[in-house]
């Protein structure tokens, strides 16, 4: 009808219009007005729904459009009104039939209205009918349903003969092998296979009987008939439809004619008025073409090759056919789509069907029931037999039923998603583009070069006609950098031994004896656990501890101290169990253990809408995926496409299909929710290891969920990626993103993960490069580093940001090289961005900017940073001689487990509070500290250490009180105080200047001044004197007061804070 | 940096402790030269609430029990609901429960109370009673407690407490701007009274928790290591180091900040005890309170530490009844559960709300009462409620609220909410509404996108505001 209006408009014809205006405004118009207005108009937009305009209607709302224009029956609208299809409107009383009528009226001549140009019109898409699963026997398919086989009823083993399938139609047909059962049978059994081709849901396998199928428990080819007595309703010219879910295969020695699925006799026995039959036939000599109705006679052969594209993969196949003699005005539908007879290629044979003939052996039948026909081989998971044509909209729903089940789908547009399309000033956004290969600006002051970076770094001062800021002094740029590559401060021998170190290499020892600390992974995999908001328990209702979480967390730790290459990184968490296994123990291990990526997030174990919380971890993995990996907020578009962002819903709900495809939980039965954890077998004679890891489960595409809700479904999103991605590469504006096979078993973790992983992708290697920047300077060269889309800030300097990340692909993904190139750069030598205020031109503004043409220098610079909260711990373990620098493994997670209680078979962590003693004792490295969602130690939380909740890509950096309490009055500062003290007195022939100095060295990393020497002195004397002391002993006194120096040291400025 | 600093400020005010105290910090020449992001702010239009006191009830408070009162219930007791139960339920229920407790009618408004809570009967007219909240589907405890307070049963949020310290900062620099007496460390734990994305300093200060006697509750880190005369000798000595450091680096409002948080703590680990000993309150005042007698004692303590607290200008105080010691989870045994409980808290809750009033504070104060969800119509075994989303009851009081008014309604057995629907963004909307804060406006940049406490819902209950 659109359509028409168009072509009228084409021609030049004007509207018809009159007697429908005034139809619409006497009418209509008043009608909504008064019923509908109140929720769908204007912002009142209940269901997403307006029905104040046009092409409001046209586009509907959460369930679809409100109209079909001139098909009123196929109307939500009409269909709303009329209380049709469990759809009931208005709430407030159904219209009167008159009202109806005028709607539908209204509907069926095109639902004109008045002051719509033609243009607008056709512009809408009439096409978007969204189209319900249907259960094969709902309503009234029930009276036509004459046959239902279904392989997910069958409670066998894995592996069973499978005799007798029964049907489900309520026909009693059930079919069982024929050989020894009837006259002349010669089929086998079938044998249940209970994760099958068919994406890995239960079917029946067909053997060939050639020896070539694994998995058949019988030699005979398989063959399943129903009994004659109960021949099926179908009778002369009748349509009908036939729909089987299956995947088949070639295999040698075929027969030529082989029958798939027979209602009839497929025999023709040389009298072409006899015997006959519809059935799914392979006719070889034709090419592998579809046969369908009348058996060897031929009756309608479609196009030669017709069958090609149906093997060996899973299908969902329909044949419709209407009534009627076969030639001239019967048609034949495969899956909706006209198949015969088609002009190139008419149907052969019988004007007409005069007749099913229903054998006296056999009723209807798969396989090879039969002597003379042909075996099959593969499997088929269900089966279904009407005696109509079906409806289009009841095939599709019946198919979309099969489709939900099977993990298939059916390419209509109907159905399936379209690719996005984008416009554009989406495709032109900088952080889609390719990478470039941009060579270092040339710069007069070559001396000035240490690394090529810095030529960025100088040419951007030069811009302004600024001198570059003045080098910090050595001893500052080895605590700098000390802290940046390993979260220590240099120890007094370290600054000596660099101080004294006078040759050329002296910087770049420095540098090497630091990557190559196991210090550097527990700093550097500290920051990854941040993105990927680490922890050992749930949060939420329960907070179950994840006792072996501690392993994922170390493997992080591992990777970077052994430099794994970055790409690799990504792809073992990701999909590191789906990687070919090796011949090592300790990398398969590894990589599965990598996995617990998936599973360290928050997860809701006592929500009552399970499937709910499956979906809420799935948005918890894309959110985190896509900020950490990605650099975007993927996660705005559950509920729509994204505002800002080249993210559209249908990007997400394809991410969604592989994330939802991987099952972190054993069983999902209420109050005992309880995620995967497994033994790893570790060769001969070693203990099995215990990791917590997801695993694959059934692969599915999901639909979109229309404003995130689970209720309203909308199209199906084959799994995939990012479409923009694709489309900037293709330079197409409507580009697939799917980089996974819809149809494929595996959960397509492994292909995102490849992706994502990708030098051709865009962002992985910007979004890398970029937080090492940030993390080394304070300031990234993008300011929002986990938000790259239009909302996030533009790169300050975007050639040095793809220098940087081209260089780093070059590299082999080698983030050690990328730190080299870094801290050994004459950038990273400068004085601290608060030491001067040169060059320090205003902040970007964090919305657009992308006039700012001036570059921000800023990004070039040291920012003065306070220690993390880890830092901080770690420092005063090191200076009070308290640390344990050995690796920490499974001590957080047997803590909180031993602390646990057990409700309801949860393993809940009880009463482990902010302050418990474990935290002020334990003498390792903050980061293995234990980790409890909602409940971080006082020293993490109170220093803005990150809250594991949700992604932090940038650390607070907070000044409160309670800071200052905790500095002053916790034990854990008061013990390191003390043992610091203690530290001092060990050598007793050092005089009380000799240890104020020592206590300079070991804080700061410097002498003592002469004023600091002075004032300690007199501060000792004063405390020692204190009244406050009563009658205690100067021994006492003493001791006292050397601790309450030492904690003023690590309560410092200088302390806590690197410049 | 221009003016004076926060620092300087606070040397230069060096007033007593309390209300006084407070008023003087606020009405002085020194307001507005405050710093930082704790400093008062002003609000987007005038505010009738200054501060709040949240009372959360944990475990989901009866509504056809307490405020709500349903005679169809008793007529049909023992009878199935005539129409459909809802599509998500915690548990399966069985038929129509009368309600055990008789209502009466109090105050001029003649609003009916159930006999639990016959003290806060008694101060019905200063009351707004909402018989129409509605939880959504989130019929488990951590997501509802989560919802209530955050805003979001799912995602990581932060809570009301936060969002108001936010966007109005704290009237007393010594003291934390947001405290949450005894919280529950279960269902949701933290991320109840934490601040998610925003800065840490909003964050509420945890006072106790939910498995410890309130009496027992110390404020992490307060008593002082030792000696306050050493204390001071030695935070002059790092004074002095510090200083010299600030002074070789140049400026930096960072480094200074740091210097002038050494002292707020020195003063606040002085005054803090302070607010937080009640004995220094008359025996009258306690004895009104229920201290001293069981089994109002704790409550009690909580609710008169709380005016403490607001008197000497925290900006919101969360006093919680919560798990697992206190707890409204009647699913079996509700006469024992909801008799218990209401006999712990009527009282004290009362004599908080006439304590307020006396004290002229009421007129600007928020008091709220709130749980996560009520309990349903029918019955879970003989004598049991299940948890109830649907539709519920919480009250307001004081800060510019309509007293003795009732708003929306449920359909006659308590099932569904039947008219003027307050879902839990129109909640936590109206509250910023009294706060003189329009939810819309009340945002925070965070990955690429503003977050607001109401999302992209909320609107403000006009009809209970004064």
């Known amino acids: 009808m659109i359509r028409g209006l168009g072509i009228l408009a084409i021609l030049g014809l004007a509207w018809p219009a009159l007697a429908d205006e005034q139809h619409f405004e006497s009418k209509f118009r008043p009608l909504l007005i008064e019923r509908c207005h109140k929720c769908h108009a204007g912002k009142a937009m209940k269901g997403g729904l307006r029905l104040d305009s046009r092409e409001a209607l046209l586009k509907g709302g959460d369930t679809g459009p409100a109209i079909l224009s001139g098909k009123p029956d196929e109307s939500l609208l009409i269909q709303a009104v009329r209380h049709e299809n469990g759809l009931e409107m208005p709430p407030d009383g159904k219209l009167t039939a008159a009202q109806i009528d005028a709607l539908a009226q209204w509907v069926r001549d095109g639902a004109i209205w008045p002051g719509t140009t033609v243009a607008a019109a056709t512009e809408s898409n009439p096409g978007e009918v969204l189209t319900t699963p249907r259960l094969p026997n709902s309503g009234p398919l029930a009276g036509a349903l004459q046959l239902w086989l279904r392989a997910d009823t069958f409670q066998m083993a894995d592996g069973q003969s499978v005799p007798v399938w029964p049907d489900q139609s309520g026909r009693g047909r059930d079919l069982t092998a024929t050989k020894g059962v009837r006259e002349g049978g010669v089929g086998g059994p079938g044998t249940f296979i209970r994760h099958s081709t068919l994406v890995g849901r239960p079917a029946v396998r067909f053997s060939s009987g050639t020896g070539q199928n694994p998995g058949s428990v019988s030699a005979d080819p398989t063959g399943l008939a129903a009994s004659p007595g109960n021949p099926v309703d179908i009778r002369g010219d009748a349509a009908l439809t036939m729909t089987i879910v299956m995947n088949l295969s070639q295999f040698a020695g075929q027969h030529s004619h082989t029958t798939v699925f027979c209602v009839g006799n497929p025999a023709h026995g040389g009298d072409p008025g006899k015997p006959l039959a519809a059935l799914i036939e392979i006719d070889q000599p034709q090419q592998f073409s579809l046969d369908f109705a009348g058996g060897w006679g031929h009756d309608a052969i479609l196009a030669p090759g017709s069958f090609q594209p149906y093997f060996s993969k899973p299908v969902i196949v329909t044949i419709t056919k209407t009534p009627g003699p076969i030639k001239d005005t019967t048609r034949f539908y495969l899956n909706g789509k006209l198949a015969g007879p088609l002009p190139e290629h008419p149907v052969t044979g019988r004007d007409t069907i005069p007749d099913i003939q229903h054998r006296a052996d056999v009723g209807v039948f798969l396989g090879k029931a039969l002597g003379f026909c042909g075996a099959i081989q593969g499997d088929i998971g269900e089966v279904l037999l009407y005696n109509t044509a079906l409806s289009d909209a009841d095939r599709l729903g019946v198919e979309m039923y099969l489709g939900e089940k099977f993990g298939l789908w059916i390419d209509e547009e109907r159905t399936v998603a379209r690719p996005a399309t984008f416009n554009d000033a989406e495709k032109q956004h900088w952080a889609y583009q390719p990478i470039r290969e941009v060579p270092p600006p040339e710069v007069p002051n070559e001396a000035w070069i240490r690394t090529p970076l810095d030529r960025f770094t100088l040419a951007a001062w030069e811009k302004h006609r600024l001198a570059p800021a003045g080098d910090v002094d050595q001893r500052t740029w080895l605590r700098r950098v000390s802290y940046d590559l390993i979260g220590l401060p240099p120890t007094p021998a370290e600054v000596d031994t660099f101080l004294a170190d006078k040759s050329p290499q002296a910087y770049e020892t420095v540098v090497t004896r630091l990557l190559d600390s196991p210090h550097y992974g527990e700093r550097w995999g500290r920051h990854w656990l941040d993105l990927v908001r680490y922890a050992e328990s749930t949060a939420n209702d329960a907070n179950a501890v994840m006792r072996y979480a501690w392993r994922y967390r170390n493997y992080v730790i591992d990777a970077f101290n052994s430099n794994l290459p970055y790409d690799q990184f990504l792809i073992e968490q990701l999909a590191g169990d789906l990687l070919p296994t090796t011949d090592s123990v300790a990398v398969n291990t590894r990589r599965t253990i990598a996995t617990g990526y998936l599973m360290i997030g928050p997860k809701a174990l006592a929500e009552t809408d399970k499937e709910q919380s499956r979906l809420d971890i799935v948005d918890d993995q894309i959110d985190v995926t896509g900020r950490a990996m990605l650099g975007l907020t993927l996660a705005c578009a559950r509920c729509h496409d994204h505002k800002f962002d080249a993210v559209r819903a249908t990007d997400y709900y394809a991410l969604a299909g592989i994330f939802r495809s991987t099952e972190p939980f054993q069983n999902e039965a209420r109050n005992a929710t309880m995620w995967w954890e497994f033994t790893v077998p570790q060769g001969a004679g070693a203990e099995p290891l215990m990791v917590m890891a997801p695993k694959e489960t059934l692969s599915r595409n999901l639909r979109v969920h229309l404003r995130g809700n689970r209720f309203t479904l909308g199209k199906i999103v084959p799994r995939g990626g990012l479409g923009i991605v694709a489309a900037v590469a293709t330079g197409s504006d409507q580009s697939p993103s799917a980089i996974v096979d819809p149809h494929q078993m595996s959960s397509g973790r492994l292909e995102l993960a490849r992706w994502i992983a990708s030098p051709k992708n865009p962002l992985t290697a910007r979004v890398l490069v970029n937080r090492v920047w940030q993390l080394h300077f304070g300031k990234g060269i993008v300011g929002t580093p986990d938000n790259l889309g239009t909302r996030g800030e533009p790169p300050a300097d975007p050639a040095l940001l793809d220098w940087l990340a081209s260089q780093f692909l070059k590299s082999g993904w080698n983030v050690k090289q990328l730190h080299r190139q870094i801290v050994l750069s004459h950038t990273y030598r400068l004085q601290n961005a608060e030491s001067d205020r040169q060059g320090s031109v205003a902040e970007p503004t964090s919305a657009g900017g992308s006039s700012r043409d001036v570059t921000d220098l800023s990004a070039y610079r040291f920012h003065r940073r306070r220690l993390s909260a880890e830092e901080l711990r770690d420092a005063m373990l090191l200076t009070s001689g308290q640390l344990d620098p050995t690796p920490g493994s499974s001590e957080s997670g047997e803590f909180l487990f031993g602390k646990a209680e057990d409700i309801n078979s949860l393993i809940r962590p009880n009463r482990v509070g902010a302050d418990d003693e474990f935290y002020t004792t334990f003498r390792k490295r903050s980061v293995y500290l234990p980790i409890v969602r909602n409940m971080l130690p006082d020293v993490l939380a109170l220093f803005d250490a990150a809250d594991p909740n949700g992604v932090t890509a940038i650390r607070n950096e907070t000044t409160v009180a309670s800071q200052g309490l905790f500095l002053l009055n916790h034990p854990f500062v008061r013990q390191q105080a003390r043992a610091f003290a203690e530290r001092l007195s060990r050598d007793s022939q050092l005089t009380p200047e000799q240890r104020i100095e020592l206590a300079h060295r070991l804080a700061y990393g410097r002498s003592a001044t002469p004023v600091e020497v002075e004032e300690t002195n007199l501060f000792l004397k004063a405390f020692v004197e204190s009244p406050a002391f009563g009658e205690k002993p100067f021994a006492e006194r003493q001791a006292a007061a050397w601790q309450a120096f030492c904690q003023s040291l690590l309560c410092s400025n200088e302390f806590l804070y690197v410049n | ?466």
């Open chain 2, 1 to 466: 940096m221009t003016g004076f600093t926060r620092r300087q400020v606070l040397q230069q005010s060096a007033l007593g402790f309390g209300s006084l105290a407070v008023a003087g910090l606020m009405a002085g020449p020194a307001r507005g030269a405050v710093s930082g992001p704790l400093a008062p702010k002003q609000s987007h239009f005038p505010a009738t609430a200054k501060r709040v006191v949240f009372l959360f009830m944990h475990g989901g408070v009866s509504h056809v029990d307490s405020f709500d009162p349903k005679p169809k219930l008793t007529e049909m007791n023992g009878q199935p609901l005539p129409f459909a139960k809802p599509k998500f339920e915690f548990a399966p229920t069985g038929n129509l429960l009368a309600s055990p407790w008789k209502f009466q009618k109090y105050g001029q408004s003649g609003i009916e109370v159930s006999d639990l809570f016959p003290h806060i009967g008694q101060c019905i007219d200063e009351i707004a009673v909402i018989r129409s909240m509605n939880g959504g589907d989130f019929v488990s405890h951590g997501p509802a407690l989560l919802n209530i307070n955050t805003g979001s049963g799912v995602f990581a949020r932060p809570c009301l407490g936060a969002w108001t310290l936010y966007g109005l900062g704290s009237e007393n620099q010594n003291l934390p701007g947001f405290i949450s007496l005894s919280p529950s460390l279960y269902h949701g734990g933290a991320q109840n009274y934490g601040s998610a994305f925003l800065p840490a300093t909003f964050q509420g200060t945890r006072l106790g928790d939910g498995s410890t006697h309130f009496k027992e509750a110390r404020l992490s880190s307060l008593s002082p290591g030792q000696a306050p005369e050493l204390q001071r000798l030695q935070l002059d000595l790092l004074k002095r180091r510090n200083e010299r450091h600030l002074a070789s680096q140049g400026s930096d409002s960072a480094l200074e900040a740091r210097i002038d948080s050494f002292e707020m703590a020195f003063r606040m680990q002085a005054e803090a005890p302070e607010v937080m000993d009640i004995s220094r309150e008359s025996a009258a005042t306690q004895s009104a309170y229920g201290i001293g007698v069981e089994p109002t004692d704790e409550f009690g303590r909580q609710c008169l530490f709380a005016r403490r607290c607001l008197e000497a200008g925290v900006r919101f105080v969360q006093v919680n009844f919560s798990y697992p010691r206190n707890y409204w989870d009647a699913h079996g045994d509700l006469r024992n559960n909801h008799t218990s409980n209401a006999a712990k808290v009527d009282l004290p809750i009362a004599a908080l709300l006439k304590d307020l009033k006396a004290r002229g504070l009421l007129r600007d104060t928020l008091v709220v009462f709130g749980t996560e969800f009520g309990r349903t119509p029918a019955a879970q075994g003989n004598d049991g409620r299940d948890h109830h989303p649907h539709a519920f009851s919480v009250w307001m009081a004081g800060g510019g609220i309509r007293g003795g008014v009732t708003y929306g309604q449920t359909d006659e057995f308590g099932y569904y909410v039947a008219e003027n629907k307050v879902t839990m963004p129109d909640f936590h909307a109206t509250i910023l509404h009294l706060l003189g804060l329009d939810h819309e406006k009340l945002t925070f940049r965070h990955a690429g996108r503003d977050y607001r406490l109401t999302d992209v819902h909320g609107h403000v209950v006009k009809d209970i505001v004064a």
